[in-house]
């Protein structure tokens, strides 16, 4: 089976644009979730999607967006970027039981530079 | 609040000998699941190894075992046999209740020496 795939993998924007992060799970994988990892705050959760909806959401501003179409894929959207959003951005698809036992498989991330 | 503590946050050890990484969870769901991940510098999260808050035994994957003590809250990774490749990062991972929402530890960075 092929593993989580994410595109592109690296990304230099400027402030104030915009950027789309696209990421398609493992076969038969129907949860999506995103995480920013940086330096200072390590890996924190943005959100995570299932069956086309927001499942769960973490403290991050509203720039930062995603959906989930019908064949699982997803992207993330962050609006009027800022510096600080220079991250690695994380993708990782699970099973769909909605529990926190659930293995996430990750794939190799979207490196975002802001300048 | 879910939270992942690695109180290592370097670690040298010589190739073939066993380590051991530390990590202590605190969490409030009854049932939890505790995960280690490794990241090698080009980024990629490797999932290696799961332990279920209910598992009775010990879990073991290769050169990769999960010693669980549920009563002191602590899910230490032991790799046997170190290899020059085993050299990333590690990190300890949570997740729990009706959410598939991972919360992390630091990390921890190990270098296998020759």
């Known amino acids: 089976k092929a593993g989580v795939t994410q595109t592109p993998r690296y990304l230099i924007k400027t402030r104030g644009q915009q950027v789309t992060l696209s990421c398609s799970p493992i076969s038969g994988h129907r949860s999506v979730s995103w995480y920013q990892q940086t330096p200072g705050q390590g890996l924190q959760f943005l959100f995570e999607y299932f069956s086309e909806t927001q499942r769960n959401k973490g403290n991050f501003p509203g720039r930062f967006s995603g959906r989930q179409f019908s064949n699982s894929r997803s992207e993330m959207n962050v609006s009027t970027l800022e510096l600080g959003d220079s991250a690695l951005y994380l993708c990782?698809?699970?099973?769909?039981?909605?529990?926190?036992?659930?293995?996430?498989?990750f794939g190799p991330g979207t490196r975002l530079t802001v300048l | 609040a879910q939270k992942i503590t690695q109180t290592q946050p370097g670690m040298f050890v010589q190739e073939k000998e066993a380590v051991t990484l530390d990590c202590t969870y605190d969490?409030?769901?009854?049932?939890?699941?505790l995960f280690w991940y490794k990241q090698p510098s080009s980024g990629e999260m490797i999932f290696l190894i799961y332990?279920?808050?209910?598992?009775?035994q010990n879990a073991t994957e290769g050169r990769y075992s999960l010693n669980f003590q549920k009563a002191r809250k602590s899910a230490n990774l032991v790799i046997s046999a170190s290899q020059l490749g085993d050299s990333a990062m590690y990190f300890c991972?949570?997740?729990?209740?009706?959410?598939?929402?991972?919360?992390f530890g630091t990390g921890t960075l190990l270098a296998v020496q020759p």
């Open positions: 332990q279920g808050s209910y598992d009775q």
């Open positions: 991972a949570s997740g729990g209740g009706a959410t598939n929402k991972l919360i």
């Open positions: 990782a698809s699970s099973l769909a039981s909605g529990r926190g036992t659930d293995t996430q498989y």
């Open positions: 969490t409030s769901d009854p049932s939890y699941g």
